[in-house]
């Protein structure tokens, strides 16, 4: 049997950082919008995306703690792929959002791109636009490092489903 190399074991390390990293800071983020919904509906609505208020309530009540949950999933390392699966799901359009509202802003008031600030209802007030798109390019990298199934050491379980073992052959019951 191989054992990992030094690359490996090194890129190992830095995904279960990732994976930590990833997961705190969503519980945070999570945990400013949920703390203050209000707040956190106006930003959302701002996106236009629903037009029903019941809808809208909705998103913005339960969004901030479907964060927190994939956040502390990440951190205890449970169900890794599957949290990380619905980050990325919900980065990709989030940051088309973001990056289509910061386009209209930047139109508006004639800034240069990297320019462009506002709080984009990410839960940390006020961003920097270039730092913003960054920070959630990276976090998409490192969520489809986890499907792929890097992160694994000190999860408690990585995925919900459990893999059947082959029974050895004196095991087995006959038919």
């Known amino acids: 049997m191989n054992s990992p190399s030094r690359k490996q074991k090194f890129l190992e390390a830095v995904t279960v950082v990732a994976r930590w990293a990833m997961g705190l800071l969503f519980i945070y983020m999570g945990l400013n919008k949920a703390l203050d919904p209000v707040s956190f509906l106006k930003l959302a609505h701002q996106y236009e995306l629903v037009q029903t208020p019941l809808l809208l309530n909705m998103v913005a009540a339960t969004l901030p703690w479907f964060e927190v949950f994939c956040g502390v999933l990440l951190v205890l390392g449970i169900a890794v792929r599957g949290s990380a699966l619905i980050m990325i799901v919900m980065l990709v359009p989030f940051t088309a959002m973001v990056?289509?509202?910061?386009?209209?802003?930047?139109?508006?008031?004639?800034?240069?791109?990297?320019?462009?600030?506002?709080?984009?209802?990410?839960?940390?007030?006020?961003?920097?636009?270039?730092?913003?798109?960054?920070?959630?390019?990276?976090?998409?990298?490192?969520?489809?490092?986890?499907?792929?199934?890097?992160?694994?050491?000190?999860?408690?379980?990585?995925?919900?489903?459990?893999?059947r073992q082959a029974l050895p052959e004196s095991a087995a019951v006959p038919a």
């Open 99 to 163: 990056l289509k509202r910061a386009l209209e802003i930047q139109a508006e008031k004639h800034l240069p791109f990297c320019g462009v600030r506002f709080n984009c209802g990410c839960g940390a007030g006020e961003v920097w636009i270039c730092r913003k798109l960054l920070e959630n390019f990276l976090l998409i990298v490192f969520s489809g490092l986890l499907v792929w199934g890097r992160g694994r050491p000190l999860s408690l379980r990585y995925s919900l489903l459990r893999r």
